[in-house]
């Protein structure tokens, strides 16, 4: 289609998914230098279908409350950790620390739901770390809500 001198075209093809071809890590240094915005829904996509490490305080015993370990930012918001993968979460503990492995969407979820948590810290080696604040958290959950697939998706 050829659109009037200086405008778009009538109609633009949707953005590439790096998420259909990338693994997380990949996926993640893809948008290293990238805005927030121009990022978070690719990236989102791509957790929604990994399994992520979540330090914990303590050894989680089964059938009783987990608490994740957190920390406070500058404004003292709680920021949860995840790391994609057990060389990065050996990276950010190296005598080690009590973790969970989970579905992301099920952390995301535990965390959206409480107010008090500022968004997501993933990762620990520069190229690899993301933030997600929870000014966009609706982002993940409409990537969260387009792929129910993310339910399904093994935790071993």
């Known amino acids: 289609l050829l659109g009037v001198a200086g405008c778009q075209p ?3 093809p949707a953005p590439a998914r790096q998420s259909d071809k990338l693994a997380i890590k990949p996926l ?3 948008y290293e230098k990238a805005k927030l915005g121009e990022s978070i829904d690719d990236v989102s996509r ?5 399994a992520v490490f979540v330090p914990t305080e303590g050894v989680h015993e089964k059938g009783k409350p987990m608490r994740f370990k957190v920390d ?3 404004r003292g918001q709680t920021w949860c ?3 994609t993968d057990e060389p990065e ?3 950010a503990f190296p005598k080690g620390t009590p973790y969970v492995k989970m579905r992301f969407g099920s952390v995301f979820r535990v965390i959206e739901k409480n107010p008090s948590f500022g968004g997501l810290f993933i ?3 520069p190229e690899y770390v993301y933030l997600i604040p929870r000014e966009v958290f609706s982002n993940v959950q409409k990537a969260l809500d387009a792929d129910p697939a993310w339910e399904k998706i093994p935790i071993n």
Request: with cysteine; proline share 0%.
């Open 81 to 83: 950790y995840l790391y």
């Open 123 to 125: 990762n620990h080696t």
């Open 10 to 12: 009538a109609s633009t």
């Open 89 to 91: 979460l050996r990276a």
């Open 72 to 74: 406070l930012d500058k």
């Open 46 to 50: 791509g957790l929604a279908k990994c």
């Open 28 to 30: 993640i240094k893809f």
